[in-house]
Structures are given as structure tokens and as C-alpha cells.
């Protein structure tokens, strides 16, 4: 077995492979990125494309160990490109997909052609989509498609750009193979050294996470909550990371923060699944307005899943005198066997409830301050499955109340 670190989609990726196990099933068995299909596995039907430092390539036919340092982009890395979200916005006008499976690698490709050829005729596109087949749609309306993209972005003065920027020769993923290596690269090389623990492997991923600027949450949504203490009271425990965790279900840290660096664990179970997210994050604060953030990620092992967030809070004075009211700003991604969970609006109210056994606990917490009573017991694990079939529970009533109410 051989330790493959890369960077996937912006987050560093490592796990130990077989040398001859090939790029497409690294993504899909260990990273659980299913959007890379597999079809052929011999590099013809293109269904597998994706981007290795940014050129099109087959996963199938490429093995993950000779990718080491190199960034990887999926279907699922693509969510928010403009080329992208064009492209598949195009698909769908003019029919150009029917079953799917070959969609993903179809899209990876087009971008390319759009990005690289200022004024292709149809064959021209043929000819550099010929290397994707499609059983479904006889290829009209994709080269469509592509033609809306291209002359829509010429027309707004979007150039394309000669040869896509490329600037290294050779295969792709070839400008990593001796020290020409990406800075983010570097931790996935400490973790390749050795074979790390779940914490150890998540705290590497999430470092080199937190150097890509361009990371957007799939999930941003704002809350607020009321505490009757002092402002100063509340600002001073929250500066406690600890006893905050201590406040969140299944929440555990494994020491105090270190220059604002601080690794930690939360224990989930969603019905049958259980999950033990292991990761780091950052801690900043700022006295003058009060206000702080908490980036981070993590990974469960057994589900695969990960995810990445950002939490933003600001403590101000409340409605009344000895009261506190905490602005706070949720961002996230979730992916992996978990992310099927992850719809906005089963969020909103599983986040509402968490929320507010969070507050329940602080209020507990901040009340026995000094006191010497014993702090109260929080539970061991997060149970978002109970929350949920209580939120399903809740709709359910409230819809025949107002079946009823109106009969």
C-alpha cells in the first residue's frame, strides 16, 4: 500500500492505495466523489474527464500515485465555476443530456473547448468533443450547447485563453513529478510521510483547506439568540473555546487553542449511521467589535464524510439591561455518505434545535459560574436523526392543524 496525498477540489486528500489503483477509483472509493463515472476504464469514452492541474484528463487510465502534489478537480469541484454553471445551464436548454452518466465528463471537456477556442466552427467542437461519447443524444444538442456558451461569453468580450494558460509540458498532472511541487502540496506530503491517526489526517487536510481562498459553503444561514447575562460575561466565556465546546452535543476538544489552532472532535448519529468527525480550526477574536470566527474541517472515517465550515459570531448588548444578544453566521460544506442530509431547509430547522440546546446549556453553564456546583452534563453524541423525526413530527401536526383548521 502506498500513502497518495493531492489536493481535491481545494482541500488536501490522502489515503492509503494500492500503486495500481487508478486516479477514478481514489476519488470515488476513498473521497466518496461519485460524480466521476466510470465507464470504459480503458480511456476512450471519456465519462471518467476531469481536471488535473487544470487539463483534461481520464482518471481511469491514470494512476493516483503519479498525481502526488498535483490539484485535482472533479464534476463536484465545478459547482460554482462560471463556465460551468453556464454549461450545464445550456445542457438543459438544449437537450443535451438524457440519461447523465456521461455528463459530468462531457461537461469538464466543454469548459475546456470554451475556455481555449475563440471562434470554433461545429466541426471544430466535434472534433475536440470526440474523445466523450453519448449513447442518448446524438451530440446536437451539446455541440448547441457549447456554441450558445461561446458566442454568449465572446459576446459579453470574455476571450477565450490561448492553450487554456497552460505552461508546463507533458502529461498532465507532470509538473509535480520532481520538486516542482504546489505550496499546498507540502502538508500532503507530512501526511504521506507516516501513516496518520483520523485526527492527524484531518488536521493536515484542513490546514492546507484553509490556504485556498476560494472556497464557497454549499449552506450559509444567519441565527440569533438571546442569553440573560452581561455582555461582558458572555464575550469573556466565549473566549473559553472549551467550555463553549463543552456547551455543543458530542462536541469534545483534544486541548486548549494554540496561536488560535486548535483540533477537536463531534460525535453524530443520523438514524443508523454514526459518525465521528475528527478536525482543526482556526480562532480568531476581536475585542474592539466584539465579534470572532471559527474555520475548520473535518472527516469521518468510517462514512467517508467531510466537511468544511465557517462560523461567524458577534455578542451585543440585548433588548434589556443584564441581556446579551449573539448574532451568528453558519457557512458549510457536507460531503460523503452524510451529505444526503444536508438540504438547506432540514438544516435550518436541525440547526434551530441544536442551537437552542446549545443556548440551554450556556445559560446552565454561565448560571453556575463560580459557584461550585458540578457543570451540567451534556450528551456524548449528536443526534440529528432524533431531531429530525421530532422536526418531521412537528410538520406533520402542523400540516393537519391547518387541514383541519380550514375544514
Not at 466510470?38 to 481511469?60: F, M, N, Q, W, Y
Not at 439591561?321 to 460544506?333: A, C, E, N, S
Request: with cysteine; proline share 4%.
Amino acid at each position: 500500500m502506498k500513502t497518495v496525498a493531492l489536493t481535491v477540489n481545494g482541500s488536501v486528500a490522502a489515503a492509503a492505495v494500492e500503486p495500481r489503483t487508478h486516479l477514478a477509483d481514489f476519488l470515488r472509493e476513498t473521497q466518496n466523489l461519485t460524480g466521476t463515472h466510470l465507464g470504459c476504464e480503458h480511456g476512450v469514452c471519456g465519462a471518467c474527464t476531469l481536471l488535473i492541474d487544470g487539463v483534461p484528463a481520464r482518471s481511469c487510465i491514470t494512476f493516483a500515485a503519479m498525481c502526488e502534489g498535483a490539484e485535482i478537480t472533479t464534476i463536484e469541484g465545478l459547482d460554482h465555476d462560471e463556465i460551468a454553471t453556464e454549461l450545464r445551464a445550456a445542457f438543459t436548454r438544449e437537450h443535451g443530456l438524457q440519461c447523465g452518466y456521461c455528463t459530468p465528463g462531457m461537461i469538464v471537456s466543454a469548459r475546456d473547448v470554451v475556455l481555449r477556442l475563440e471562434d470554433p466552427s461545429e466541426h471544430d467542437i466535434r472534433v475536440a468533443m470526440s474523445g466523450n461519447l453519448c449513447r442518448c443524444t446524438g451530440y446536437v444538442g451539446i455541440v448547441r450547447a457549447i456554441q450558445g456558451v461561446i458566442a454568449d461569453r465572446r459576446g459579453r468580450g470574455i476571450r477565450a485563453i490561448p492553450d487554456g494558460g497552460r505552461q508546463v509540458l507533458g502529461p498532465a498532472g507532470s509538473g509535480h513529478a520532481a520538486a516542482t511541487v504546489s505550496p499546498a502540496a507540502g502538508p500532503a506530503r507530512a501526511a504521506a510521510s507516516a501513516k496518520a491517526t483520523p485526527r492527524q489526517a484531518a488536521a493536515t487536510a484542513t490546514g492546507a483547506a484553509h490556504a485556498g481562498s476560494g472556497w464557497k459553503p454549499q449552506t450559509t444561514f444567519n441565527q440569533s439568540f438571546t442569553v440573560a447575562h452581561p455582555v461582558d460575561v458572555v464575550w469573556d466565556f466565549f473566549g473559553r473555546v472549551g467550555e463553549v465546546a463543552s456547551c455543543l452535543p458530542g462536541a469534545s476538544l483534544a486541548g486548549e487553542p494554540v496561536d488560535g489552532h486548535v483540533e477537536g472532535a463531534i460525535k453524530v448519529r443520523v438514524g443508523p449511521i454514526a459518525a465521528d468527525f475528527h478536525g482543526v480550526a482556526d480562532v480568531t477574536r476581536d475585542e474592539a467589535t466584539r465579534s470572532g470566527t471559527i474555520i475548520g474541517s473535518g472527516k469521518d472515517s468510517r462514512s467517508n464524510s467531510a466537511t468544511r465550515g465557517a462560523i461567524g459570531y458577534t455578542v451585543k448588548p440585548g433588548e434589556s439591561p443584564g441581556r446579551t444578544r449573539v448574532d451568528v453566521t453558519i457557512g458549510f460544506t457536507l460531503t460523503g455518505m452524510l451529505a444526503q442530509f444536508s438540504r438547506s431547509g432540514l438544516v435550518q430547522d436541525v440547526a434551530n434545535r441544536l442551537i437552542g440546546a446549545f443556548v440551554q446549556n450556556l445559560e446552565a453553564r454561565l448560571a453556575h459560574q463560580g459557584d461550585g456546583a458540578p457543570a451540567p452534563a451534556v450528551a456524548a453524541e449528536f443526534d440529528a436523526g432524533s431531531l429530525m423525526a421530532s422536526l418531521f413530527r412537528d410538520r406533520i401536526r402542523r400540516f393537519f392543524a391547518r387541514l383541519f383548521g380550514r375544514a
